[in-house]
């Protein structure tokens, strides 16, 4: 049963995330037939202002680390990504897991789990910017960077911003019901589940690569996206045997070439679906994929979404009646 919430605070707290947690837990909506939280904001000493990640803005908890203890749930809204946490701030958490509490962390929240040893052995996720400093912090942890949340029974991890909304209503509904859920989540006017996940947000860019000729043969390969390229024909390009090529390539990008334009065209896809009304078929020309069908199967791949579902949320135009 989740009756308590402790919230931790760090130096550094970012406004948004302790927000997002303060108005899933820390509203009283009992006159809507909600239960109440046993709601507390702890820090390091109680009454010492933490500095926010928005200048001129402090957080003053109310409750030092013995708020924590019988907490049903430690919430971390994120904070400046580090691992050296004060030893008591990660000690206070490691003993608040240990007797029983879940904890749940929002975005970079998750560094501060990840010091308490409380990621380890674990899959996990956090925002897709800090992905690769979370997995490389934490090797003992897995880093899902696709997804919006995590959960790990006791330990629920989430991604950037926004998707801490998706994994407390996700606690909440777990714990207390659909009803309840579905309650909050009108009160705060979004929606009570949401699909898809970070890979619709994660921008892409072309690597810089040591090797020159590769280097000129993506930039070629970026411009000339809706053209049909085979292995032998970069590696021409590129003076190199097709057995060269790829070896250097895949040194040089951490991928195939196949895999690396199929990346490329869909990102090229994401651009025409929300800047322009131009039909799936006419998207995956322009694009290099065959057909409408081929574009539809490695856009959903990619991406997590259908492209009539990614236009009719990120399309800055509606498109022409049966277009997608």
């Given at each position: 049963m989740l009756s308590s919430v402790a919230v931790l605070l760090v130096d550094h707290a970012a406004m948004f995330e302790f927000g997002v947690?303060?108005?899933?837990?820390?509203?009283?909506?009992?006159?809507?037939?909600?239960?109440?939280?046993?709601?507390?904001?702890c820090g390091p000493e109680a009454g010492v202002p933490l500095a926010s990640v928005t200048p001129g803005i402090t957080i003053t908890p109310e409750h030092g680390l013995e708020g924590l203890r019988g907490a049903d749930l430690v919430a971390i809204p994120a904070?400046?990504?580090?691992?050296?946490?004060?030893p008591g701030v990660v000690a206070?958490?490691?003993?608040?897991?240990?007797?029983?509490?879940?904890?749940?962390?929002?975005?970079?929240?998750?560094f501060l789990a990840g010091a308490a040893g409380l990621l380890d052995g674990r899959k996990c996720t956090t925002h897709w910017v800090h992905a690769?400093?979370?997995?490389?912090?934490?090797?003992?942890?897995?880093?899902?960077?696709?997804?919006?949340?995590?959960?790990?029974?006791?330990?629920i991890t989430s991604a950037g911003t926004a998707a801490g909304i998706d994994a407390c209503l996700h606690l909440v509904r777990r714990e207390l019901g659909s009803a309840v859920a579905n309650t909050i989540a009108r009160r705060m006017v979004v929606p009570p589940q949401r699909d898809g996940g970070q890979?619709?947000?994660?921008?892409?860019?072309?690597?810089?690569?040591?090797?020159?000729?590769?280097?000129?043969?993506?930039?070629?390969?970026?411009?000339?996206?809706?053209?049909?390229?085979?292995?032998?024909?970069?590696?021409?390009?590129?003076?190199?045997?097709?057995?060269?090529?790829?070896?250097?390539?895949a040194a040089?990008?951490?991928?195939?070439?196949?895999?690396?334009?199929?990346?490329?065209?869909?990102?090229?896809?994401?651009?025409?679906?929300?800047?322009?009304?131009?039909?799936?078929?006419?998207?995956?020309?322009?694009?290099?994929?065959?057909?409408?069908?081929?574009?539809?199967?490695?856009?959903?791949r990619q991406v997590g979404l259908a492209p009539a579902d990614y236009r009719r949320r990120f399309g800055a135009r509606a498109p022409a009646v049966g277009t997608v």
């Open positions: 947690v303060c108005e899933v837990f820390g509203v009283d909506r009992t006159a809507a037939g909600l239960p109440a939280f046993d709601f507390r904001v904070s400046a990504t580090r691992t050296d946490f004060p206070a958490l490691r003993e608040a897991a240990d007797a029983g509490a879940t904890v749940l962390t929002v975005c970079s929240g998750a690769d400093e979370l997995a490389s912090a934490f090797p003992a942890t897995t880093v899902d960077p696709d997804v919006l949340f995590v959960d790990e029974g006791n330990l890979r619709q947000f994660i921008e892409r860019a072309v690597v810089d690569c040591a090797d020159d000729s590769i280097t000129d043969t993506l930039r070629w390969m970026s411009e000339h996206l809706d053209a049909a390229h085979s292995i032998e024909t970069l590696a021409a390009r590129s003076t190199m045997s097709t057995r060269t090529f790829a070896r250097k390539f040089e990008t951490g991928t195939t070439p196949v895999k690396w334009l199929t990346t490329q065209r869909v990102l090229l896809a994401q651009q025409f679906l929300e800047e322009t009304g131009y039909g799936l078929e006419e998207i995956a020309g322009r694009c290099g994929f065959g057909s409408g069908a081929l574009l539809r199967h490695h856009f959903h």
